[in-house]
């Protein structure tokens, strides 16, 4: 079980966000600093993995269901093309601990990490 992360509140409800699609096990809604015109968090609503390695692991086909709901959201924001990042590790610029995938589409900020 990961520890207590942002995204683990936002799951329960204990902060707000704007939910851009829903299921039964997954959850997106926009990136609080966005570094392109989309970007969108991806997340299983499981605790239990710190990063997409763990999740590949543990349940491959709630990753595939991340990259689907990934896909559907990049159809209605961005005609389609996007890009999934997932910083996995801190020295790879991965800051909470429960595992995201980042929807980007359209131009990168300028230096952006991501
Ligand atoms: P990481 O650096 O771990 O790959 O990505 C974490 C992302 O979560 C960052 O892009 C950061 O802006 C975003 N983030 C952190 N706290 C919040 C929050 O409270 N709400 C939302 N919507 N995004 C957050």
Redesign the pocket.
Known sequence: MAAET?FGK?VAGE?P?EILAETERVIA?????P?APVHI?VIPKSTEYRDVTELAAGDPGLLAELVSVAKSLAEEHAGGEFRLVF?TGAGA????FHV?A?LLAGALEERSLL
Do not use: E
């Open positions: 942002v936002i902060i966000v809604f926009p990136d609080i600093s570094q968090l910083n610029g991965q800051t909470v995201h980042h």
